[in-house]
């Protein structure tokens, strides 16, 4: 399947992998899914404190 999404990638511990993946799938999610749902939260929450970041594109 063609995305036009983005990979962020992060170094880890094996056990932090391990841990991520069962709280992942009590999510009801992947990894990958899981991940970005983290990530967008805190730009939310990044601009929730300091307001919306400006992206030149």
Known sequence: MATDK???QAYVTEETVKKFK???AIKG???SEY???LIE???EGY????GEIKIDE
């Open 35 to 37: 991940s970005a749902l």
């Open 47 to 50: 601009e929730v404190e300091h």
């Open 6 to 8: 983005k990979r962020i």
């Open 29 to 31: 999610k992947s990894m």
């Open 22 to 24: 069962v709280v992942s």
């Open 41 to 43: 939260k805190a730009v």
